[in-house]
């Protein structure tokens, strides 16, 4: 050992725990590994000090003639006892994260309080040499007392022991106790909290949670369930309900095909009768977005079918009123035109119907004419590097064929019948004077056409490649130097 070290011992023991911390500190904490390394290695050394000037841990001090050196010995070797516990804490921290990552964190910390009483209790042994077994015995009757006294505490401890043994839920999982939705964001020995979905925290005491009925919308992973309800008429047939609300289900791209969605009848009152849809989602983030384009699908679905949700004014259309002239009603674009406009129009659309997989419009077609669809699920292909994917889905009210109408434009997608479809379509020689006459019908169809076209766009391009820079090193590998 160096001649300094040698003579100054204590004040070497010193430095090295101030190294230690200020290591530990400066150090990032990405580099965990590290960190630790260097704290094993100091507390090598700082130990090596100690038992080579004879300041054994598992003695009393030495210099017991030198008041000033002996309780600085003491100091000392009480400081190993804590730099060994807090070593050994941290490596048993570095374990468990590596096996079970956050979840741990907790029995981690029982862990280590457990080995710094431990530590204690030895350095009072050995260093003070006072008689343990009557420290353990007022430590067990402070125990009993403490116990006493934070027994809703102590609950919420070993609660949070078999939360974190048995997992019912972990970090970024989300989950549902006794109603309160959010995602985990922590665990610790008292308290498990969640981020709602307000964006609001909610803090459960682990013994609540371990009573509670907990629902974990993470497991299985990359599967999320929803479920949407609608009261419907109770005069409306029950099949026509369920087929056009499985038309809503297979009209909702971000539904997954398994498990498949289902409908299914719930409750019938005088009132009303009410069904349910229920599915699954590859993500969380999808869920409120999908629920409200479900919903929207089943409304205009069911408004396809002549039925109406029990929230909304039943029979709104005529029932004199042709289908034509209730699409209209119900059309985005057309649905600014006069009453007495409508009736005439609507008397110049005609039916036409298609199975399911029947091209309706296809790509690089012109067309002569305008399709609005009144049911069914029409899907949406373009090709992307000479592969067709389906890019969307359209339900009723919307319109097909408006690049030919307005520009003389082939279609940029192929347009056929998921489902059974019906659509009425108008001739071009009589929709050319409408929209010359009304023009806020052809702006609208314009900013559709736009709207399409960017998003074509956007799906068939390819996305562009970064370049990857590369280093000095590389560059000689690359010439073999």
Known sequence: MPSFIADHPMLCAVALILIDIAVWRLISANLANWKLAARLVIFAVFSAVLFNDGMNPMQAAPYADDTTLHLAATALQIGWWLFAARTLTVLLGAVMMQRVGHTGRLLQDLMGAVIFLIAIIAAMAYVLDLPVKGVLATSGAVAIIVGLALQSTLSDVFSGIVLNTTKPYQIDDWISIDGTEGRVTDIDWRATRLQTSQGSLAVIPNSLAAKAKIINFSRPADMFGLAVSLQVSPHARPQTVIEALERAMQGCRPLLAQPAPSV??????????EYEISGFVPAMGLKRETRNQLYDLAYRHLQAAGVGLLSATEGSTPPAVSG???????????????????????QNMTLHTY??????????????????????VVSVLLIKDGHKFEAGRMGPGEVIGESGILSDQAALADFSAKTYCTLYRIENEYLKPCL??????????????????????????????????????QWLRNRGL
């Open 436 to 473: 010359d006459a009304r023009h806020d019908i052809g702006e609208a169809m314009k900013a559709l056409l736009d709207f399409r076209r960017h998003a074509a766009q956007a799906l068939t391009e390819d996305a562009p490649v970064v370049p990857v820079k590369k280093s000095f090193i």
């Open 355 to 376: 199975r399911a997989g029947e091209m309706i419009l296809a790509a690089g077609e012109v067309s002569d004419h305008l399709f609005i669809i009144e049911s069914g």
């Open 324 to 346: 034509a002239r209730a699409l209209l009603e119900r059309s985005s674009i057309f649905s600014t035109l006069r009453q007495e406009e409508k009736d005439t129009f609507s």
């Open 264 to 273: 299914a009848f719930k409750a019938s009152t005088g009132s009303g009768v």
